[in-house]
């Protein structure tokens, strides 16, 4: 290995990388052309186990959780009355962004829902803007907030050390409560749901279809499940431990593909008493998922920062330098996209309707053409991010 390969760079150029990867993943599994006609692999697990698709999200946490130790290295890991205003100040706009998203696809939904009614259109407005009793409160975003804060106050008040004891016992506390309340399976007896419907309401909650067809309230970015989420951006910032360590990049890969192949090797052990489970965030799923998310790292310290092959990374760095940015603005405009619609041969249909079915779907067939909407929706996005890359323009809370 060369002087200049040991020589780590300011900045990791992986990171951005596995970050872009990340917000492109979740846009594009959340915004295929039809939900009836989405290919096996980008589709969540209907309950235990685990799909490419459901590596997205908590691939995101983990590197959240690698940049929450380079961040606040700077710092001595010390606390302050500015570094925890800057915090708190992050994390509550945030949760409000989140919530902003929510409220925006509830306006739309019920401005279309009284769409027949004899009333005038700022009746109808109004209707759609008061009533939020079916706001949802949590969400992706929200439940980021809710990590990204715990998890940066308990590394500025907690010594680096013992960090991996406490990251134990969040993950074996959680697990010895599913099992002693037996709320493994989504029900409404489930702790998670009983906490969430005590604290939130069942009308602010996600629903979850069980087999037998019956609906119930179940968040799965509920609170009692964001316990397991703050262990999951810990892991992450040992791995930042791990990468700031270690002088040389060959090292570094070492050490993020020996500590991914352990935690992975335990999530799939653990997977026997506590199965992989995004939608409780299950102990075994914090473990597989960070073990994954690690050597993915690794992998693309290797092929980026070591062999420089950069020019294929281009297209998922612009989506990493500016991600919340990006992420709110796909969010908005999908949900213009579904809501915003025209009459088709006497029917209403939605413009994202509109285009899958008489454009996508005649040509490619249901399924790759529901897989295109989704792709060509990812580089409406990428160019957006793109023009911000180029310019140099990156836009932070």
Not at 211 to 240: M, N, Q, R
Not at 346 to 356: D, P, Q, V
Request: aromatic letters at 14%.
């Amino acid at each position: 290995m060369t002087q200049k390969q040991k020589t780590a760079p300011a900045r990791l150029l992986s990171l951005d990388v596995m970050r872009g990867i990340t917000i492109s993943g979740m846009i594009m599994v959340n915004n295929p052309g039809s939900w009836g006609s989405v290919y096996a692999p980008l589709r969540h697990a209907k309950w235990d186990g685990l799909t490419p698709t459901d590596l997205v999200f908590p691939f995101f946490m983990f590197i959240m959780g690698v940049s929450m130790y380079l961040s606040y290295k700077k710092f001595d890991f010390k606390i302050s009355k500015q570094t925890f205003t800057k915090l708190l100040r992050r994390s509550v706009l945030l949760f409000l962004i989140g919530l902003a998203i929510g409220w925006f696809s509830l306006f739309m939904r019920q401005l279309n829902g009284l769409r027949g009614e004899e009333m005038t259109v700022l009746a109808k407005i109004w209707a759609a803007i008061s009533d939020i009793e079916h706001l949802r409160i949590l969400g992706v975003l929200q439940r980021l907030a809710l990590v990204s804060f715990f998890g940066s106050l308990t590394v500025l008040l907690v010594k680096p050390k013992r960090i991996p004891w406490l990251i134990g016992f969040i993950l074996l506390f959680y697990w010895i409560l599913i099992a002693v309340t037996n709320s493994y399976a989504a029900s409404n007896d489930s702790i998670i749901a009983i906490i969430d419907r005590a604290v939130l309401g069942a009308t602010h909650m996600y629903t979850e279809t069980l087999a037998d067809g019956t609906v119930i309230p179940f968040d799965p970015e509920g609170i009692l499940s964001t316990l397991p989420g703050i262990a999951h951006v810990l892991l992450g910032f040992w791995a930042g431990k791990l990468i700031s360590e270690t002088k040389d990049l060959g090292g570094k890969i070492q050490s993020l593909f020996i500590f991914g192949t352990i935690i992975l090797f335990l999530g799939f052990l653990l997977d026997y008493g506590f199965p992989i489970n995004k939608k409780i965030w299950s102990s075994s799923f914090v473990l597989t998922t960070c073990g994954l998310g690690s050597l993915l790292l690794g992998l693309l310290i290797w092929i980026i920062d070591i062999k420089h092959k950069k020019n294929w990374s281009v297209f998922f760095e612009s989506f990493g330098v500016n991600p919340m940015f990006i992420y709110v603005v796909a969010a908005f405009l999908s949900i213009l996209l579904g809501n915003i619609g025209l009459m088709n041969m006497g029917e209403w249909t939605s413009l994202k309707g509109f285009i899958y079915a008489e454009w996508l779907s005649p040509v490619f067939g249901d399924y790759l053409g529901s897989l295109v909407f989704a792709l060509c929706f990812v580089i409406v996005n990428w160019f957006i991010g793109h023009i911000l890359y180029k310019k140099k323009i990156y836009i932070k809370l």
